[in-house]
């Protein structure tokens, strides 16, 4: 089981960014994923999470209507597109799916 994630960068406060994680070795249209964030000095916490099949979403609290989640199972791929990007939404992000973690990508939102 592999998890890839992609897409992290420096932004400015207000900009845009969308995350992608390639998933191989499962099957990946039977399982749940989810994107979590740890930023430095506290505790990994849930950002967002899709079903299976996509029609069901669930978002942490501080980042409800400015980050979607999505995938394509065709692709056997989950994104994030964060936007409205702060400075408090800085941290490694993690992708997660059938107990499996990713290596995490860096974002930074800073002026």
């Known amino acids: 089981v592999q998890l890839v994630e992609s897409g992290g960068g420096l932004v400015q406060p207000g900009g845009s960014l969308r995350l992608s994680c390639a998933a191989s070795g499962f099957t990946f249209s039977a399982y749940a994923m989810s994107w979590y964030r740890q930023a430095p000095g506290k505790e990994r916490e849930l950002v967002a999470g899709?079903?299976?099949?996509?029609?069901?979403?669930n978002y942490a609290d501080s980042v409800k209507g400015r980050f979607t989640i999505s995938r394509d199972n065709a692709k056997n791929t989950v994104y994030l597109q964060m936007n409205s990007l702060q400075p408090e939404d800085t941290a490694v992000y993690y992708c997660y799916g059938r107990k499996y973690w990713g290596q995490g990508t860096q974002v930074t939102v800073s002026s």
């Open positions: 899709i079903s299976s099949a996509g029609g069901s979403t």
